[in-house]
């Protein structure tokens, strides 16, 4: 592709030269590549335009000239010209889809399940791009990111059409909107789950990260807004949002609602009122909080056209999501794996087991190293609020020291009923140890993970394969 076919700056003779690839990390460049100086969150990227240009990049986009014999292009933002250079680079993709977006601190994940196996059910071919990976089809493939850096998820956009897709779902990350990923795509329908606090180590502060999410529900990147409007946040998307919006919820008045919820370790019963048309469900995921992710899914495919008979098949479908309140049955107590790494993930978590608990709940967590610390003693309040034992262990603590993490924890314990076990490991077989007949281990923050990452080092290691081999072992029966 010729650089002047997806930029537009008066470029001379240079325009005329091919284009080969797109990179922002001098890594990536290849022989006639283009080289994008992104700028901005603790990077320059200006400082390896000379980098790039070693490597083979004959052309980089800068936000300020620098002294370097490469031909440049000078842009207000390297981080927008970026994300719309791969779209023009992998011929518009995006464009040739049904769009689907889903933003919110939780829910994002089973939300997109949810909504893949119903649009599945109703003879659909679906791409879902999110933090369990990116799905085409039958096809996984592994990503670092919820939402992936633009030449990737372009990347990924080509492959589906390709491949026949019809509807993409993207999870869209808070991050991904304050770094302008999406900028130039309008999604068809954008979905909101909810807000609560998460990410203020890159975000500082609430007020910057809902910023970011609202991006979402701008006429620059969504044209209908799916929304939670029992959530603060939700009811203002709704209330201020410029184009089309419906609405869902359990309490407040909304277009989608549920009724008649029934709760157990064996899932969830309910009845949706679509837009005044009734459909049962029964849905193989448990606790409440799963109502309002099956009725964000359900009101999408609802104006996608999907009848309810197909809706109801494809929520009864979903018999898990990895890492998202797994259930594994030993023969005298439960074990429940889940994603929970927030205070009020843990507080739907928690509390949705106390709905169907016979026994204790033996809650396992920890909190990442090198993240928004102000959540850590929230978290050990509420986990120690709303379980009978805690086991306070590591989750991924990066560069940090596990036990200055555990003591921000400890900080907003509300009893002395809990223990602290560094190692994971270690600290899922003592809380094993403790359960007796009806109790459930809930075992929460890492999920579907397949490491754990201590000082820089990303070890192999997941919660669920770890307790299949404690089951192996006879240390679980």
Do not use: W
Not at 296 to 301: G, I, N
Request: aromatic fraction near 10%; include cysteine; charge should be neutral.
């Amino acid at each position: 592709m010729k650089l002047k076919e997806f930029l537009t700056e008066a470029l001379g003779e240079e325009g005329e030269q091919e284009i080969t690839s797109l990179a922002f990390d001098t890594a990536d460049v290849k022989k006639g590549g283009l080289f994008f100086a992104l700028n901005g969150f603790s990077i320059d990227g200006h400082k390896f335009v000379a980098a790039a240009r070693e490597k083979g990049a004959v052309c980089a986009v800068v936000e300020k000239f620098v002294p370097d014999p490469i031909a440049q292009v000078l842009v207000k933002s390297t981080r927008s010209a970026l994300a719309q250079a791969a779209q023009n680079f992998f011929g518009r993709p995006f464009e040739k889809l049904i769009s689907v977006g889903i933003t919110g601190t939780n829910g994002k994940t089973t939300t997109s399940f949810i909504l893949r196996s119903i649009l599945e059910a109703a003879g659909k071919k679906v791409g879902v791009i999110g933090t369990n990976g990116i799905f085409i089809g039958k096809d996984r493939y592994e990503t670092k990111l919820t939402t992936p850096d633009p030449i990737e998820y372009n990347r990924m956009l080509a492959l589906m059409v390709n491949g026949g897709v019809e509807i993409v779902i993207s999870e869209v990350s808070a991050h991904s909107l304050a770094l302008s990923k999406l900028d130039g795509m309008r999604f068809d329908y954008a979905c909101f789950t909810n807000l609560t606090q998460d990410h203020l180590d890159f975000f500082r502060n609430m007020q910057n990260y809902k910023a970011a999410k609202l991006k979402f529900f701008t006429p620059e990147h969504s044209k209908n807004a799916v929304v939670n409007v029992d959530d603060e946040t939700g009811l203002e998307i709704a209330r201020t949002y410029r184009g089309k919006v419906y609405t869902y919820g359990l309490k407040n008045p909304s277009d989608v609602f549920a009724i008649e919820e029934e709760f157990g370790e064996d899932g969830i019963k309910t009845v949706l009122n679509l837009f005044d048309e009734v459909v049962r469900v029964k849905s193989n995921l448990c606790g409440r909080f799963n109502v309002y992710n099956i009725s964000c899914a359900a009101t999408v495919a609802y104006l996608l056209g999907v009848k309810p008979e197909a809706i109801a098949k494809g929520v009864r479908n979903v018999t898990r999501v990895d890492g998202r309140f797994n259930i594994i049955s030993a023969s005298n107590y439960s074990i429940i794996i889940d994603f929970a790494h927030t205070e009020d993930g843990l507080k739907n978590a928690i509390s949705s087991i106390r709905e169907f608990a016979k026994g204790k709940i033996i809650t396992v967590f920890g909190c990442g190293g090198d993240r928004d610390r102000s959540k850590r003693p929230m978290m050990g309040a509420v986990a120690s609020k709303l379980s009978d034992f805690c086991v306070i262990t590591s989750d991924n603590p990066r560069s940090e020291n596990p036990l200055d993490i555990i003591e921000d924890v400890k900080k907003g314990m509300t009893n002395d009923a809990y223990a602290v076990v560094p190692k994971r490991k270690e600290a899922i077989r003592f809380a094993l140890s403790m359960a007796g007949e009806g109790d459930i281990v809930f075992i929460a923050g890492k999920g579907a993970e397949k490491y754990q990452e201590i000082n820089g080092i990303k070890y192999a290691y997941n919660d669920e394969e770890f307790i299949m081999e404690l089951i192996k072992e006879n240390v679980v029966q």
